[in-house]
Nanobody, 125 residues
Framework: QVQLVESGGGSVQPGGSLRLSCAAS????????MGWFRQAPGKERECVAA????????YYAYSVKGRFTISRDNTENTVFLQMNALKPEDTAVYYC??????????????????WGQGTQVTVSS
């Protein structure tokens, strides 16, 4: 059983940056595909970034490409989401997720087995 805990959310002005962390316990994250999702009120949960188990391949939603970076540190059992040039439309609850069933990155929420509790990101002037 993997437990995921996100941190690093908060309130920032447009153009600002935040770095989200997802710390895992209960198992090492080696070979787990990891993803960052977000859900705004009244909207479906969407994958904003994902990384393969090896870290060799990544996915970014078009809306965040060039602004967000997903990375993983398997020695620290942590996955990060660096978010730059934040926009008001990035406001949402952000979740990290993990699965060991797939080696490549995974975009569909239903394919993830473990989820964190979420962290709020608010971008407003």
């Amino acid at each position: 059983q993997v437990q995921l805990v996100e941190s690093g959310g908060g309130s920032v002005q447009p153009g600002g940056s935040l770095r989200l962390s997802c710390a895992a316990s209960g198992s090492t994250l080696d070979y787990y595909a990891m993803g960052w999702f977000r859900q705004a009120p009244g909207k479906e949960r969407e994958c904003v970034a994902a990384v393969s188990g090896s870290g060799s391949s990544t996915y970014y939603a078009y809306s965040v490409k060039g602004r967000f970076t997903i990375s993983r540190d398997n020695t620290e059992n942590t996955v990060f989401l660096q978010m730059n040039a934040l926009k008001p439309e990035d406001t949402a609850v952000y979740y990290c997720a993990a699965t060991s069933r797939y080696s490549d990155y995974v975009i569909r929420p239903s394919r993830y087995d473990y989820w964190g509790q979420g962290t709020q990101v608010t971008v407003s002037s």
